[in-house]
């Protein structure tokens, strides 16, 4: 087990926290409406944006691996020209606004992205988005939204049932990839002037495929956000996920979790994340804001496979940290230029010493 007691504890404490913010969130709205009947507003918009990017590590390999592509080593393992690449993110965004319920807005919003890595297209993908936001009020809101992404590939790994017929060999190495859907609801509401709380509801399911479906999993979590504005030019936001992976961990007819003897994912976890913004004084009439981003998260392994049989996730505990800086600045009206710096790290601690 890779989880202690007390850690589980933690969990119906989480729900019950849930609930409350419902409840509060349910209980702040003023949902009043005008009585009076007037002619539906309709109107569009569209959002075009242009984004590059540079990538020092496209497959968030450690340093053990990268010594190793740079050496020439693992035949296989590495269908990447190089380990860093340019990021090229065009995304178009179409909007439509109409006022279904009298004074309040119904926004419908349809998005495509697409992330071209330059140099080694096997990583670039796509994602599809769809939401539907309600006003309830002018301080109240809810939301839900679905995306898609077709194809994501994560890295080469081996197939370890391929192992036993062709042996530690090159061919063993398969590409890792899924598909995704992901389902999300939120309710928010302003209270007093400027104090926002958003409570966040996810469920998605990952797809993999044929050589990895014990990794095919359905994730559960919710999300709470507080935006608190300071001044008129600063705010501050913090936020609390919670994670519930469960995972497949099977991939043969007539198997069970139980029963097989391939890799359960299956995991929890915590993160916590903390933002600034500041919106400095106009250059020359044009507007301009930084904003720095913290995100701290705990991920605990389930697994009750033993080390022997799993040693990639039994008593793995990952620490993951990140941190972006962004910088914004208003060229025209509707036109903006934005430079950002985002690290990700991460720390994992497994019982297995291969690991």
Not at 29 to 37: F, L, V, Y
């Amino acid at each position: 087990m890779t989880k202690t007691s007390g850690h589980t504890g933690f969990v119906n404490m989480r729900f019950l926290l849930l609930v409350i913010m419902l409840l509060v969130i349910a209980v702040g709205q003023t949902a009043g409406q005008d009585s009076k009947t007037k002619k539906k507003k309709k109107y569009f918009n569209g959002t075009f944006s242009f984004e590059t990017a540079y990538d020092d590590n496209i497959l968030k390999y450690s340093q053990k691996y990268l010594d190793r592509f740079m050496n020439n080593e693992d035949e296989g393992r590495f269908n990447i020209e190089t380990y860093d690449d340019l990021v090229i993110n065009p995304a178009l965004e179409l909007g439509s606004y109409v006022n279904i319920f009298k004074k309040q807005k119904t926004e419908f919003t349809l998005k495509f992205s697409y992330n071209a890595f330059v140099v080694n297209n096997i990583k670039s993908w796509s994602m599809f988005y769809l939401g539907v936001e309600q006003n309830l009020s002018k301080r109240a809101s809810f939301k839900f939204f679905y995306s898609y992404i077709p194809e994501f590939y994560v890295r080469h790994f081996r197939d370890k049932d391929w192992v036993p017929i062709y042996g530690y060999t090159p061919q063993t190495f398969v590409p890792f990839s899924f598909s995704k859907d992901n389902y999300g609801f939120w309710i928010q509401n302003t209270f007093f002037k400027s104090t926002r709380i958003r409570l966040y509801l996810y469920y998605a399911e990952y797809f993999h495929n044929s050589h990895f479906t014990e990794y095919d999993c359905k994730n559960y979590s919710y999300r709470l956000q507080l935006n608190q504005k300071v001044t008129k030019n600063f705010r501050f936001d913090f936020s609390y996920e919670f994670l519930i992976s469960d995972a497949k961990g099977y991939d043969q007819p007539g198997e069970t979790k139980e029963t097989s003897d391939d890799a359960d994912a299956s995991h929890e976890g915590d993160e916590f994340g903390l933002g600034l913004s500041y919106k400095f004084p106009d250059i020359k009439k044009h507007d301009n804001d930084l904003s720095i981003d913290v995100d701290y998260a705990v991920r605990y392994y389930t697994t009750d496979n033993y080390v022997e049989l799993d040693p990639e996730h039994a008593g793995r505990v990952d620490n993951m940290l990140s941190y972006a800086i962004k910088y914004r600045y208003r060229l025209k009206k509707n036109m903006y230029l934005t430079a950002f710096y985002r690290w990700n790290g991460r720390d994992s601690n497994t019982e297995s010493p291969i690991n």
